[in-house]
């Protein structure tokens, strides 16, 4: 029925040996640790986060770094999203048969290889924004789950012979992203869809790869990871809704 999500395909509750034995392994362990690691952190201190956005349990913040004139800056976004799971929000951004369901700056998405259950190279081509070139991006992507009721999904990029940068009309960017999601529920109670909290965690850095207008990537940003994050965990409250929660 339409109402099943086969439960063999949420992200597994440890790690799939065919990723320990691939080359990309050591890398992905080190970077997805790091990155979880850092998403859990507070943006307290003085690392100078500024807050840019800000709607119910929503808040962004930017650091404004920038690299010989490119804008490379690192955001950070804190959401709280009650009735589904962490192991769910990192399943529905992981698994590539939703994301253009709710990624509106993607143009294109291929699958480059299918490392194991937890593990997936991904080349994505996304919207031109004027005036600027096309972007490209090539990255593998992991799932993992990293403690008690915590999921996180971490995308880093990576390269490949049969994909080469800069060949064609893109310019290949660079990026590293992760979402790191942690589920509560009431002491003492079995958790439900109706008392479950997922705090999430998201963390962007972005390198344009080549020249792009800072105030218009700055502009592009601004409007789209608030409108990226609000319309992704709605619309996994929506594929959650009367089917079973998965812890
Ligand atoms: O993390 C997000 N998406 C993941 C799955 O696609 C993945 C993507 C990373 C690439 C992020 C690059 C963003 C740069 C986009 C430039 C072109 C914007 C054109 C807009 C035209 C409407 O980790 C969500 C990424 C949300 C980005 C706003």
Known sequence: ???????????????????????LWPEIDRISTEQIQAAFEGVGGDIGWQLFAEEGDMKMYRREVEVDGMVMDPLKAMHKVRGVSA??????????????????????????????S????????????????????????????SS????????????????????????RLFVTVCLACRSTY???EQPTRDNVTTSIAYCSTVNPGG???????????KREYPKFLKRFTNYVVQQCRDKPLAM
């Open 211 to 221: 020249w792009a207008p800072a105030g218009v990537l700055r502009a592009v940003y």
């Open 87 to 116: 192991r769910e929000m990192c399943h529905y951004f992981f698994n590539p048969r939703y994301r253009y369901e709710w990624e509106t700056t993607l143009e294109t998405m291929t699958i480059v290889e299918e490392i194991s």
């Open 148 to 171: 008690d009721y915590a999921y996180a999904v971490t995308n880093h990029s990576t390269t490949n012979v049969d994909y080469p940068a800069n060949t064609g009309a893109c310019i």
């Open 1 to 23: 029925s339409v109402h099943t999500r086969d439960q063999v395909d949420l992200p597994p509750p440890a790690i799939d040996n065919r990723l320990t034995v691939h080359s």
């Open 186 to 188: 009431p002491a003492g």
């Open 118 to 145: 937890d593990a997936m190279v991904f080349h994505q081509t996304f919207k031109r924004i004027w005036p600027a070139s096309q972007r490209d991006a090539l990255f593998w992507s992991h799932v993992r789950s």
